[in-house]
């Protein structure tokens, strides 16, 4: 019998938070904590419902091609989790599938984030969670152990723990510490309204861009005269 490392879950974060940052894009998010926080290589499974996620990370980490411990995680989510796998980055087996994704539905999580391939790409897609993961492989794992729930683990180069806010849209997905998730909205929603005013500019034809220049210097070269 293999073992399972318990953790104690984190925090949950507020309600009406979350559903701010469903409103945020991404970017914005990670422009709003200097451009970290984001989690490099893992994008979602395209062609099925467009993905917008936002919710409290129940974390798991995982040997690489096993998912005996994912299986447990599942057990335990409540309502609102995304999952976080942590399968070392590894894409030579995958860690779920759509069978593991519709009981995922069922329990109520909010989308699946692995760090690993996944399979079954179309059911996935035409499924009702969002998923993010770093590759797609037929082949199947193994569910032997061991692993970890509810502990830090590294996602796509992020650290990410139980109860951070894990945001993931089209462009891919950040993570929000939990304590400075409000503030981090804060500023992302001042973002958004700046952004929002250089649209105006750009269609009234008043962007002022004379900072380009302003960084750069620019240097003649002579062009080579052929022979």
């Not at 059911?123 to 569910?143: E, Q």
């Not at 729930?149 to 993931?168: A, H, K, N």
């Not at 700046?194 to 034809?205: H, K, P, R």
Request: contains cysteine; proline residues 7%; negative net charge.
């Amino acid at each position: 019998m293999s073992t399972c490392r318990m953790h104690r879950p984190g925090p949950q974060p507020d309600p009406d938070l979350l559903e701010q940052c469903l409103d945020l894009p991404t970017s914005i998010l990670s422009d709003s904590m200097e451009r970290v926080g984001g989690i490099s290589g893992v994008h979602w499974v395209p062609g099925g419902r467009w993905p917008r996620v936002a919710g409290p990370a129940l974390t798991v980490r995982t040997r690489p091609g096993d998912n005996l411990v994912v299986h447990r995680a599942l057990d335990l989510a409540e309502p609102g989790n995304v999952l976080v796998v942590d399968g070392g980055g590894s894409v030579d087996r995958a860690l779920l599938g759509e069978i593991m994704a519709r009981y995922a539905a069922a329990r109520g999580l909010a989308g699946l984030v692995v760090d690993g391939a996944v399979r079954d790409a179309e059911g996935l897609a035409a499924g009702p969670l969002p998923v993010f993961a770093r590759g797609v492989n037929h082949l199947g794992p193994y569910k032997d152990g061991p692993g970890e729930l509810y502990g830090p683990v590294q996602v796509g180069g992020t650290v990410v723990r139980s109860g951070d806010v894990v945001v993931g849209d089209a462009d891919g997905v950040v993570v929000l510490p939990q304590e400075r998730a409000a503030e981090v909205v804060a500023t992302g929603w001042a973002r958004l309204r700046e952004e929002e005013a250089v649209f105006a500019q750009i269609a009234a034809g008043t962007l002022e861009r004379s900072w380009v220049l302003q960084s750069l210097t620019e240097i003649p070269v002579a062009d080579q005269v052929a022979r």
